[in-house]
């Protein structure tokens, strides 16, 4: 039975410090919080800091968890208020519908893989020169980082994890309005089409970027860097296949889920009928 | 027994459907639905319980009338100006000048005097002051005609929560067509002239403006009797005999309407998203 848990981080202390810099000690706490042994199930979680004075760590898992040692370290131990909110994750996938509508968030990792990169870096340039048989040469995993090429990414594969984003409601112009900034308007559709999945189409869809983020750590303090490109979306989504939506939702999204990428969460859409 | 209001059914079809629309402002309201004993609270927005005793009281019902008509209809508030809360804070001294009972009795069972003696209670009561709700209520034409007439010369004295508490004019809006939500929807923005003079400069600070903003809509919270409600209040009144107080509950729906300003020359940008709440995925888990 999955949960969804929420933990307060207070960015003052010398250990969140340590989890605001490297996914890896965040990996490393939220593994610490599952009874069960580490490879029963892969975790899946988020830092949302929508107020970057009080961040919050976002976690799915499937076993309850326990996150008295984050907040004894990372939190505030002693304050007032829920430190961590666990809760049953079930209620959210009885909602999943085909047709229903959901306001999404989605911290990711958009990557391409390409066997012949166009610079490649010293690294490839020496793997590239190992291999013998070019042909059967493995892929390089290489970020998007671009927002145009991260919004694609993302779009060109909303249909295989189970939703469509719709079309953003925008009202046209009024009239006469559309000559006088031809040119705002010429780029606007430019931007529109790159964002758009199908480069073809260039109706805009209701996501955008929320955030983006290259950070890089090294395991253990030593060796190669890792580096991971990390982009949140926020927008509306319609579910088309609940089945596969449900599997994205408990699975995560795409690269790098033991680094804070692919969590989706759905929240309801605000009713507050707009104008 | 009178039914619970969240069975009354729909609309069943255009011409047989009215809602009354009443404005409930003053300078103190107070609606308590829990508030017992020396500690007498009040809810964010007028209850049914108070809206019904302020419509028998108008028509004149006695005490321990039946209220089954009133409790028919369905209602729906929207908070126009939600005010803010007020304690007031009492110490109430037993005029008989006996010290007041301790928790303990003595061995013949009877409560002993506090020592040291102890004469007053302390009561805190609590009002909302510069609150604006506009109820609608949605029922057949003939009963909303007769209650208001009723209103426009009530037989009973007409309070907006408590007897303490009496309500500025206009209190009646009038007789709408339409459903609950589309009245409420549509109505314009009740506050005073002042309070959306106060409301514009507070938002112009807020947004960091050198005058105040004039939004064209503004957001208000609205409660109404839905029969698949996600959340129940216990604050329909099944007789208002003192001595035999029971409630019933029913099913509410929360929600937040844009309402029409009012302003004769609105600012071009709307307050709308620029305020939205951050996105909080525990809102789908129940509670």
């Known amino acids: 039975m999955p949960y969804l848990s929420r933990i307060r981080i207070n960015p003052l202390r010398a250990e969140s410090r340590r989890y605001l810099e490297s996914p890896r000690a965040v990996h490393g706490a939220v593994t610490g919080g599952l009874p069960g042994s580490a490879s029963d199930e892969r975790p899946l979680w988020r830092m949302d800091s929508d107020d970057p004075h009080r961040p919050h760590l976002i976690v799915l898992t499937r076993s309850r968890p326990d996150w008295s040692h984050i907040v004894e370290r990372a939190g505030w131990p002693d304050a007032e208020g829920q430190h961590a909110l666990v809760r049953d994750y079930a209620p959210l996938l009885g909602l999943i519908a085909p047709g229903r509508e959901f306001c999404f968030r989605l911290t990711a990792n958009p990557v391409q893989n390409s066997p012949s990169p166009v610079s490649p870096t010293a690294a490839q340039r020496k793997r590239i020169a190992a291999e013998q048989d070019p042909a059967r040469r493995r892929g390089f995993r290489m970020a998007h980082r671009t927002a145009a090429e991260q919004l694609r990414w993302f779009l060109q594969r909303t249909e295989r994890w189970g939703f469509a984003v719709p079309a953003s409601r925008t009202d046209p112009p009024a009239a006469g309005l559309s000559a006088e900034c031809a040119p705002a308007s010429d780029a606007l559709s430019r931007t529109a089409t790159r964002s758009s999945p199908d480069r073809t189409d260039p109706t805009p869809r209701e996501v955008r970027i929320t955030a983006r983020h290259r950070r890089t750590f090294a395991k253990n303090g030593r060796g190669p860097r890792v580096v991971i490109n990390s982009v949140t979306y926020e927008g509306r989504l319609q579910v088309t296949d609940a089945e596969a939506l449900t599997h994205h939702l408990l699975n995560g999204i795409g690269p790098a889920k033991a680094y804070g990428c692919g969590l989706l969460t759905l929240a309801p859409i605000k009713g507050g009928a707009p104008g | ?287």
């Open chain 2, 1 to 287: 027994m009178s039914p619970a209001a969240s069975d009354v059914p729909d609309r069943a079809g255009p011409g047989d459907r009215a809602v009354l629309v009443l404005r409930l402002a003053a300078p103190l309201q107070s609606w308590g639905a829990q508030g017992a004993f020396n500690v007498r609270d009040t809810r964010p927005e007028p209850t049914k319980s108070g809206v019904t005793g302020l419509l028998a009281a108008a028509l004149g019902l006695p005490r321990g009338a039946p209220l089954d008509e009133l409790l028919a209809l369905r209602m729906g508030v929207r908070a126009d100006v939600p005010g803010t809360l007020l304690r007031d804070y009492h110490a109430v001294s037993d005029f008989r000048g006996h010290p007041l009972p301790q928790a303990g009795v003595s061995a013949k069972g009877v409560q002993k005097p506090t020592a040291p003696a102890k004469y007053t209670h302390v009561t805190s009561r609590y009002y909302l002051q510069d609150a604006l709700f506009v109820a609608a209520l949605e029922g057949p034409p003939e009963l909303l005609n007769r209650l208001v007439a009723a209103l426009r010369a009530p037989h009973f004295f007409l309070a907006l929560g408590r007897r303490s508490c009496p309500p500025t004019q206009p209190l009646v809006l009038g007789i709408e067509n339409g459903d609950l939500e589309s009245v409420l929807r549509g109505l314009p923005w009740q506050a005073s002239e002042r309070a959306k003079n106060s409301y514009a400069r507070k938002l112009g600070r807020r947004r960091g403006l050198d005058g105040p903003f004039r939004p064209a809509t503004v957001p208000c919270s609205v409660t109404l009797e839905h029969a698949d409600g996600d959340d129940v209040l216990q604050d329909v009144p099944l007789t208002f005999d003192p001595h035999d107080r029971a409630f019933l509950g029913r099913r509410v729906r929360q929600e937040w309407l844009r309402v029409h300003t009012g302003f004769s020359d609105p600012d071009a940008a709307t307050e709308i998203e620029a305020d939205q709440d951050i996105h909080d995925p525990f809102e789908l888990l129940g509670r």
